[in-house]
């Protein structure tokens, strides 16, 4: 069965630095992967999606993710955090047919000046 | 611009009552979806419906049914609330896959409404 894990529940940063938000995934064969954010208030928003055209995928708002097979993983990067990233992020892999997705359990950023 | 609406931001029932969660969507997409949001699990898939009067069970299903008229209303219907049905309910909608089988690696973003809050005293 697909599934995806999201290792780490908050994540705390300072404004200026590295975000690396982790993600690994289960998968019978090549998956499609996502990354949604949730900002408070809002609906989710797509950042980016991976779909085997490249395994370094970039997004909006300055974030980016690789695919890395051979550690199952699809982890979630920004080089400089801003105090507009703090929001829950969703890592996502698509499973079976009619586009239907499974979410990890989130996580939560958060940036501080 | 793409819009997803869901007919209440915040709804208060009581256990035993009956719910109905309304989705409109005004992008043609074929695909509609339930999902509920709680802390700690993401979100879970409830139903989802890929045409009209078409419907799929999700992950977690019971007790709930949904109903899809037209192509651009989902309902989301709680036959008798419970008080663990509290949530954030979220609808999203998609355009429909190229192909049936996801390996084609084409697909197509999940577009989501605000959510709403539902409570159950």
């Known amino acids: 069965a697909q599934s995806v894990t999201q290792l780490d529940s908050h994540v705390s940063v300072s404004e200026g630095t590295p975000v690396l938000l982790r993600c690994n995934y289960s998968?019978?064969?090549?998956?499609?992967l996502f990354w949604y954010v949730q900002h408070p208030n809002k609906g989710l928003q797509l950042l980016l999606k991976?779909?085997?055209?490249?395994?370094l995928v970039k997004g909006i708002n300055g974030f980016e993710a690789e695919f890395k097979k051979s550690e199952t993983s699809f982890h979630l990067t920004k080089p400089s955090a801003h105090m507009s990233d703090a929001a829950e992020y969703f890592c996502?892999?698509?499973?079976?047919?009619?586009?239907?997705?499974?979410f990890g359990a989130g996580t939560r950023l958060a940036v501080h000046p | 611009d793409v819009k997803v609406t869901q007919s209440s931001r915040y709804l208060v029932k009581r256990t035993g009552e009956k719910v109905f969660l309304e989705c409109v969507q005004d992008?043609?997409?074929?695909?509609m979806f339930w999902y509920r949001q709680d802390p700690g699990l993401g979100l879970r898939l409830i139903y989802f419906?890929?045409?009209?009067?078409?419907?799929e069970k999700g992950d977690i299903p019971e007790g709930y049914s949904v109903s899809r008229e037209k192509k651009e209303r989902f309902s989301l219907i709680l036959e008798s609330a419970s008080t663990n049905q509290t949530s954030m309910y979220l609808c999203?909608?998609?355009?429909?896959?190229?192909?049936?089988?996801?390996?084609?690696?084409?697909?197509?973003?999940?577009?989501f409404g605000p959510g709403t809050r539902l409570t159950v005293l």
């Open positions: 999203a909608s998609s355009s429909a896959l190229d192909g049936i089988l996801s390996r084609t690696n084409n697909a197509n973003e999940q577009f």
């Open positions: 998968s019978s064969y090549s998956p499609s």
């Open positions: 991976y779909t085997s055209a490249a395994t």
């Open positions: 996502v892999v698509l499973v079976g047919g009619y586009n239907k997705l499974i």
């Open positions: 992008m043609d997409h074929e695909n």
């Open positions: 419906s890929y045409d009209v009067k078409m419907k």
